[in-house]
């Protein structure tokens, strides 16, 4: 199995807002139970094109149609890119993201804790990645 966390860089600081992250640090998630371990496979870049990556805001709320074409096909772009991902753990997620994380077979898991790095929210939510 694998997760994907949103990260703000190659430090794998955790992103809140999954549609608005420059990258995805993907694990590999190994064993089972309580004695799982997750081993980093690659960080991912957001391959999202209508967004500033450089300035990049995880409390940023889009103030465009959510039904507009062009915006919901660079969702499903990030569906593409995860595709591989049976999580996808995140702060927050619009409904966009959520639709194309659900078509992919991504579940969408919530992390509402302190933001942190990659490794310890996975921690945090590790009970809640199962098969």
Do not use: W
Request: with cysteine; aromatic share 8%.
């Amino acid at each position: 199995m694998k997760v994907a966390i949103p990260v703000k860089d190659s430090n794998l600081s955790f992103f809140g807002n999954a549609g608005h992250t420059p990258y995805f640090a993907v694990y590999t998630i190994k064993g089972g139970g309580m004695f799982k371990s997750f081993d980093l496979e690659e960080v991912r870049p957001n391959p999202r094109t209508d967004l500033d990556h450089s300035h990049a805001d995880e409390n940023h709320h889009c103030t465009h149609d959510h039904e507009d074409e062009a915006h919901v096909r660079e969702h499903f772009k990030m569906g593409e890119t995860l595709q591989d991902c049976d999580f996808l753990v995140t702060k927050s997620a619009c409904k966009n993201t959520a639709k194309a994380m659900g078509n992919f077979g991504i579940a969408i898991k919530k992390y509402s804790g302190i933001p942190d790095k990659a490794d310890a929210v996975l921690n945090a939510v590790s009970a809640q990645l199962k098969a």
